[in-house]
């Protein structure tokens, strides 16, 4: 068997943060080295404390660090109550909840020092605003030849799918951070990032989550206790029938990159006007005339994937 790929989460739990997180403790394909957190589906004390609540609830070993409350030079955006609830778990009451304190150390710094204590041997995976990476970048410009790999859930590029979320060209993780994003997506590290291209294109239906509830335990229990408000939200909003698989998308790129397929180019995030937070990419190879993606690193992001395929491998590890 090959060494499992290391992995740091960055999170903002959240419902699919929730799905994602799980997701990763089942595979056998990888080790959850550290949880770091971010505001986004709720204020950072409430992300925290659901991370911590995950880590009791289903006995991760994983450390969690506290991240940034608010964005790089902006105020924070309110919290998306009516996607995740008061509680950002979908308002589901959080039994056998205990108060637990993250580590000491903030999470921008974990991460610097985990890149350090372990050069190249990890995957950064990232599913909430950018804030905590742009902290790093910022904190230690090395750390970006230090990670393996960056996977990101964010960003709409009009291939297929949703254009945006938030704003009809605009996803949630980067429109909550638009700096911040446009300083990761530039930073010489290798990043990909899996964007509602296709995570709207992947659902998990009702049915999908009773068989987890059946296959998958307590897991499987809870997943499908907070998907149901989180698939009102979907039906009410877009006449979905289940929920979008956003940040688990990014998990499974990791386990199995050749479910999706991917396009090269540098990617650039507007940071001012009506398209606050829309991602761009200049194909590689593609040419014009000087302009502000030339000289950024090639990054990737996907325009397809193998949805059938990816809820195949989240039930079969979430099951196994
Ligand atoms: C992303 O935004 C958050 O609400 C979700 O957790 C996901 O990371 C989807 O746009
Ligand atoms: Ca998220």
């Known amino acids: 068997m090959t060494t499992p790929t290391k992995i740091i989460f960055d999170t903002d739990p959240g419902i699919d943060d929730a799905m994602a997180l799980l997701f990763i403790e089942a595979s056998p394909a990888l080790d959850l080295v550290a949880v770091t957190t971010v505001f986004g589906n709720a204020d950072i004390d409430t992300t925290t404390r659901n991370a911590l609540y995950l880590k009791q609830r289903f006995g991760l070993k994983a450390p969690v660090f506290k991240g940034t409350d608010k964005p790089l ?26 108060a ?11 991460i610097i020092d985990l890149a350090r204590e372990n050069p190249g041997e990890i995957t950064l995976v990232a599913v909430g605003p950018l804030t905590n990476l742009a902290l790093a970048l910022k904190a230690d410009p090395e750390v970006a030849r230090l990670l393996k790999n960056v996977v990101i859930m964010g960003g709409a590029f009009g291939v297929a799918g949703k254009p945006g979320n938030v704003t009809p060209v605009a996803e949630a993780n980067i429109w909550n951070d638009p700096e911040a994003a446009d300083q990761v997506f530039t930073a010489p590290w290798h990043v990909t990032t899996v964007s509602l291209d296709v995570t709207t294109q992947v659902i998990m239906s009702p049915a999908f989550m ?15 206790a907070i998907s149901k408000p989180y698939a009102a939200f979907y039906g009410g909003r877009d006449g979905i029938v289940g929920c979008c698989v956003h940040d688990a998308a990014a998990v499974a790129y990791v386990i199995d990159p050749s479910l999706f397929q991917t396009r090269a180019g540098a990617i650039r995030v507007v940071t001012e006007g009506i398209a606050l937070g829309q991602t761009c990419q200049k194909v590689d190879g593609e040419l014009f005339g000087p302009s502000a993606w030339d000289d950024q690193p090639v990054q990737a992001i996907t325009v397809g994937v193998n949805a059938e395929g990816l809820l195949k491998l989240y039930a079969e590890t979430m099951g196994a």
Do not use: I, M, W, Y
């Open 73 to 98: 030079t902006r105020p924070r955006n309110p919290s998306p109550t009516f996607v995740h609830g008061e509680n950002g778990l979908g308002d589901v009451e959080l039994t056998g909840l205990v």
């Open 210 to 224: 009773d068989a987890l509830e059946a296959s998958a335990g307590p897991a499987g229990a809870f997943l499908n």
């Open 100 to 110: 637990a304190q993250p580590e000491t150390k903030p999470a921008h710094q974990a």
